[in-house]
């Protein structure tokens, strides 16, 4: 189960690129963005984009995993599962719009 405990949650405004920790994709200077300091084993910074956000992903990838760990190898075998075999239209526009922005090539 995962086991992760949310120091702190804060929604900032880029002042510099940064990469969004689940798609890999870019957080360019001028865009808002979620910023959590975790701890598992260490505490961490976890950075996730207005894209991932709004797709909702880091919550269908916690429900699609079980509560296991959310982190971009989850999310990508979501996203090529939920592109396949998803009847959820919605749910194949996040999982190509993540894919994109991941460009993870299948």
């Known amino acids: 189960m995962n086991d992760v405990e949310v120091i702190s949650q804060h929604e900032p405004t880029a002042r510099k690129e940064h990469i969004c920790n689940l798609c890999t994709g870019p957080i360019k200077p001028g865009q808002r963005y979620e910023r959590q300091v975790c701890k598992r084993d260490h505490v961490y910074t976890w950075k ?59």
């Open 48 to 106: 996730t984009c207005v894209h991932c956000l709004s797709d909702e992903i880091p919550a269908v990838t916690a429900a699609w995993s079980y509560g296991e760990s959310v982190d971009y190898e989850t999310a990508t075998e979501w996203a090529l599962d939920a592109r396949r075999y998803s009847h959820d239209y919605y749910e194949q526009l996040a999982a190509r719009r993540f894919l994109e922005r991941s460009k993870t090539n299948d």
